[in-house]
């Protein structure tokens, strides 16, 4: 789920760039040194994941992981993202540099959400927790879904359409990634809860 | 009726003479009519089969050919789509990257650390 180069109009191109380097300059002012390999680990499994295709009837479908790396890096995860996405753009040729800004809110944002919610809804209990990367698997591809919708929108696509199209042809990406985020957050609360803990909001 | 037997050989054999002589040709004129018209009609008919072999020919090797060619085309399409899947190297030297650069971040918040320590 990739926007590519030239389908935006410059103008929401130039607002998606702003609003992805303010999201990136936020983000990398939340960094805390103890949690560089962390972010890098998280980094590298963001970038990778979208390699891995999985077939699905006649299409394929991959991680997108923005639920994720939301839980895992809380307001760290929009830099994660966008560096991901850069380094995706560079060396894969997924998006293109133009569509690096409308990539970045595309997956960013729904990170950042994740991430707070998962925050506020994981409890203490491992079931908790697992529920919790449960929905906020899901919950960020669908919103990155729905945010993709939007940003095609602007550039004159029937919105309900796109939308719909673009729903449907990631709910086997919804349901499998939630259980990827489960799975992960389950097992990282019984081996490492501490990695769980995000860095707290700076000022 | 001695003589009549006689001039009826003579006249007989005279015939057939004569008829040796001419008949012939007639039958040649009878008979290179319609054997000139039948070698052209012929002739025609085994360059027009001739001509149809060919096309029969060209066709299928054209069919031939086109079959080729959208394998080709396929194939094609497909090393595009291969091409333009990233290989290993390059997830490699993607993760390069990124610990590279947060290793960077690392060593330069260590060095801002003991900068601070010594000060």
Not at chain 1, 73 to 84: D, M, Q, T, Y
Not at chain 2, 1 to 19: D, V
Request: glycine share 10%.
């Amino acid at each position: 789920m990739h926007i590519s180069d030239g389908v935006l109009p410059t103008a929401v191109t130039i607002a998606a760039y702003a609003v992805s380097f303010c999201g990136a300059a936020w983000s990398l002012r939340q960094v805390e040194n103890k949690d560089l390999p962390k972010i890098a680990v998280v980094t590298s499994a963001f970038f990778v994941a979208s390699l891995i295709h999985l077939p699905f009837g006649p299409t394929s479908v991959h991680l997108l992981l923005p639920g994720i790396v939301g839980a895992l890096l809380g307001p760290v995860a929009f830099l994660s993202i966008f560096l991901g996405l850069f380094l995706q753009s560079i060396l894969f040729q997924f998006g293109g540099l133009t569509a690096l800004g409308a990539n970045g809110v595309m997956m960013g944002m729904p990170a950042l959400l994740c991430g707070l919610l998962f925050h506020l809804i994981r409890g203490k209990t491992a079931l908790s927790h697992t529920i919790a990367g449960g929905i906020c698997g899901g919950l960020g591809t669908l919103l990155a879904a729905t945010l993709l919708a939007g940003l095609l929108a602007t550039a004159g696509e029937d919105f309900a359409g796109v939308a719909k199209i673009a729903l449907a042809a990631h709910i086997p990406v919804f349901i499998v990634e939630a259980g990827v985020s489960a799975f992960a957050v389950s097992f990282l609360f019984k081996v490492k809860p501490e990695l769980l803990d995000t860095s707290r909001l700076r000022k | 009726m001695r003589h009549r037997n006689l001039f009826q050989i003579i006249t007989l054999s005279s015939l057939i003479f004569l008829g040796g002589f001419c008949l012939p040709p007639a039958v040649f004129a009878v008979e290179e009519h319609p054997s000139a018209a039948g070698r052209t009609t012929a002739s025609a008919q085994v360059q027009e089969s001739a001509c149809q072999e060919i096309i029969t020919l060209l066709q299928e090797q054209d069919k031939k050919t086109q079959r080729e060619l959208g394998r080709i085309k396929r194939e094609i399409a497909l090393l595009n789509q291969q091409l333009d899947k990233p290989g290993i190297s390059e997830m490699l030297g993607g993760i390069g990257y990124i610990f590279g650069l947060f290793g960077l971040a690392a060593y330069v918040a260590s060095r801002k650390k003991k900068d601070r320590g010594e000060h």
